[in-house]
Nanobody, 117 residues
Framework: QVRLVESGGALVQAGGSLRLSCVASGLIFRLSAMGWYRQAPGKQRDVVARIGSGGGLEYAASVKGRFTISRDNAKNTVYLQMNSLKPEDTAVYYC???????????WGQGTQVTVSS
């Protein structure tokens, strides 16, 4: 059974930084694409960033240049470094994987990020 556990969410002022972490288990991590999604109140869950098993990167336009996704296959962990945070980045951030079937429907419990103005 795949398990994703996020951490690192917090309340931060605009312009600040946070690093989210997600530890994965129950999957072949090095062969799995991993991603971060977010959901603000009253809005749908949207992709923030994804990283392929080979290291290919994908970012939402709204975070490009501010957020960086990375992975450590030795630790079964994916990170999201968030810089220059804005109030509109406020959301619950979810870790996700497309293992095993190629669909992005395996999620963690989420971690709250709140950016104050």
């Amino acid at each position: 059974q795949v398990r994703l556990v996020e951490s690192g969410g917090a309340l931060v002022q605009a312009g600040g930084s946070l690093r989210l972490s997600c530890v994965a288990s129950g999957l072949i991590f090095r062969l799995s694409a991993m991603g971060w999604y977010r959901q603000a109140p009253g809005k749908q869950r949207d992709v923030v960033a994804r990283i392929g098993s080979g290291g290919g990167l994908e970012y939402a336009a709204s975070v490009k240049g501010r957020f960086t996704i990375s992975r450590d296959n030795a630790k079964n962990t994916v990170y999201l470094q968030m810089n220059s945070l804005k109030p509109e980045d406020t959301a619950v951030y979810y870790c996700a994987t497309n293992y095993p079937a190629g669909n992005w429907n395996t999620w963690g419990q989420g971690t709250q990020v709140t950016v104050s103005s």
